[in-house]
């Protein structure tokens, strides 16, 4: 017996981005370029540090987490790929455990994309709080409330 939590998240998934289903075949070639700008964006991320953290070089606690998630310490990608991976092995979980019910309908199918792009915002809010409030980027106090929001914002 699941429940029908999918249809509260109706209303919210309208504000989520989506990508349509293209009107063509897309060439390989077009896919492969597609892949490189968006490995290209990526890797520029990688690169461009945080506004107002405290650089520390103390050893990172999270060395071998940030291997394996795609993830790079004091950067716009610090959490990485984590937030997506998280929220869809959990989504999952839920659906297959059958906690939440979801149809085999199309409808179905996108309300449970929506929830799961919705449920890794949630977590990427979260732990963006999380790493600020232990202090990974310097003590919370010495940054200040401004600083510190606009760590988590980023």
Excluded: H
């Amino acid at each position: 017996m699941g429940f029908k939590i999918l249809e509260y998240m109706q209303p919210f998934c309208s504000f989520l981005p989506e990508v349509s289903k293209p009107e063509r075949k897309i060439q390989f070639r077009e896919k492969v370029l597609w892949t490189a700008i968006t490995l290209f964006i990526f890797l520029v991320c990688c690169q461009i540090p945080l506004f107002g953290i405290m650089s520390s070089e103390s050893a990172d606690p999270f060395y071998w987490m940030r291997v394996i998630m795609a993830s790079n310490r004091g950067t716009l990608m610090e959490l990485g790929i984590t937030p997506i991976v998280t929220s869809g092995l959990i989504m999952q979980l839920l659906a297959g455990t059958k906690i939440i019910e979801v149809g085999d309908s199309v409808k179905d199918r996108a309300l449970f994309n929506g929830a799961q792009k919705l449920f890794g915002m949630l977590i990427t809010v979260c732990q963006a709080i999380v790493y600020v409030v232990t202090g990974m980027y310097g003590e919370p106090s010495d940054l200040g409330m401004g600083i510190c929001l606009l760590i988590i914002i980023q």
